[in-house]
């Protein structure tokens, strides 16, 4: 609660109860998630649930990477055309970046459909069926995850956050314990079965309504599209987003080639408690990003500062409170998996010290691509991506689980002052909770 009540104080005005709404469906969504997953551990034990896990984490890392920054270059350019009365270019870009989208991921899938049907032999007998299954819903996730850019990008927060993370989770909770009550076996192709259904239902809604407020925003006329431009700038925060997702799930993946699947179980147990965490500094990010792009295209530079020193101080302090909450409810949340997952207290903690010192820094990555400085953000974030898949591999050889989790610290950490210390330079924005 007290942290909810920081995100609701972060803006003046409308902006309160937004922020307030949008952490309140995060956390709920996190609480749908975590059941689902407690759910799926019980129903498949540990081994399944261990493919489970390391097939959904690829089908998100590379369903995220399919818009190719599309999705996150929405929050830069449709606030613009708005504040500028651009209908026509907006509906030029929501319609590019929606069949871009779909039909990226829809190349990918196949490609690796058809990769894993003709050489068997390239992953374990375990994975071959979840991941052909898997393929059919990177399309559908890519998809989904540009409407939730465009929901943002037009400061809808709960049309963007509401479908993706509370109903698909839901339904893909509700799907499987039907699935599993008809009599399908409690393996991990039926739940990424499951998974395909939830995506496909939430999809349609979200992107139903979504349609239906662009029409009554953008009149009709000429659409055009510079998609060149819109490229330019969205490739580099493509390879934002995708070292971005490579830091939440790089430990899992390094893991995955290295440990057996009963221990990768206990590992993605942690780091589903640790999006407790993570949705706070979602939820500052699902309201200020845009606003920044905004601010910056009105000139108002004093506003922009603002709001850079409002947020990082309470989204650094909402952060630290929920870290500070799931780590004490560790045992018992973590006991719900099975007795075996409790093991993975310690790695929480770890974990949650990572992301509470890169709280500390406050919105850095959010102004540098927001502001033009993307290309720079890319390059020191793909280089630290790097280094965590080097730091990971040698720590987990050493430490095993725990060398995981310590690298996951280290560099999310590091990632944090270095993204800092960037906008500062590159922009004249200091953005660190505790700087003046």
């Known amino acids: 609660m007290a942290a909810g009540a920081s995100l609701g104080e972060a803006e003046a005005g409308g902006g309160a109860g937004t922020a307030l709404a949008v952490f309140g469906v995060r956390i709920a969504a996190a609480a749908c998630a975590f059941v689902a997953q407690v759910l799926m551990a019980r129903l498949m034990g540990g081994e399944e649930y261990g493919v489970f896990a390391t097939v959904w984490v690829w089908t998100a890392l590379v369903g995220h990477a399919s818009t190719w920054g599309l999705s996150q270059a929405a929050c830069r350019f449709l ?44 992953v374990g007998p375990s994975y071959a069926a979840p991941l052909l299954v898997a393929a059919l819903v990177l399309p559908l996730f890519a998809l989904q995850d540009f409407c939730e850019g465009v929901a943002r990008a037009c400061d809808w927060p709960l049309l963007a956050v509401a479908p993706p993370y509370l109903l698909r989770q839901g339904l893909i909770m509700a799907l499987m314990l039907v699935a599993v009550g008809v009599g399908a076996p409690a393996e991990a192709w039926v739940a990424v079965a499951c998974t395909l259904a939830g995506t496909a239902l939430s999809l ?42 490579g830091f939440n799930f790089v430990d899992v993946l390094v893991l995955g080639f290295l440990l057996p699947p009963a221990e990768v179980g206990t590992y993605f147990a942690a780091t589903r ?26 000139g108002d530079r004093a506003g922009l500062e603002a709001l850079v020193r409002r947020w990082s101080r309470l ?3 909402a952060t630290l409170a929920t870290g500070l909450a799931v780590v004490a409810a560790g045992p018992l949340l973590l006991g ?23 709280a500390a820094f406050g919105p850095a990555e959010d102004l540098l691509t927001m502001l033009g400085a993307e290309r720079a ?13 080097l730091l990971t591999a040698a720590l987990v050889s050493v430490l095993g689980l725990a060398g995981a989790a310590l690298a996951a610290c280290l560099v999310t950490a590091l990632r944090g002052g270095t993204l800092a210390l960037l906008a500062q330079r590159r922009l004249g924005l200091p953005t660190p909770a505790f700087a003046r």
């Open 315 to 317: 989204t650094f302090a």
């Open 336 to 358: 719900l998996f099975g007795a075996e997952f409790r093991a993975a207290l310690p790695l929480l903690a770890i974990l949650v010290a990572g992301h509470g010192l890169a």
């Open 79 to 122: 606030p613009a055309y708005r504040a500028q009365g651009a209908a026509g270019p907006a509906r030029g870009f929501v319609a590019f970046g929606a069949v871009f989208s779909l039909m990226a991921a829809s190349v990918l899938a196949g490609a690796g459909a058809a990769l894993v049907w003709l050489a068997p032999g390239l």
């Open 377 to 389: 953000c890319a390059a020191v974030t793909v280089g630290l991506l790097g280094a965590a898949v």
């Open 204 to 245: 349609g809604l979200q992107a139903g309504l979504l349609l239906r407020r662009l029409a009554r925003e953008h009149r009709a006329g000429r659409a055009p599209r510079p998609w060149r431009d819109w490229l330019r700038a969205a490739l580099p925060m493509a390879l934002i987003d995708l070292a971005g997702s």
């Open 273 to 298: 408690l640790l999006q407790f965490v993570v949705f706070v500094q979602y939820a500052a990010s699902a309201v200020t990003a845009q606003r920044f792009a905004a601010a910056q295209a009105r």
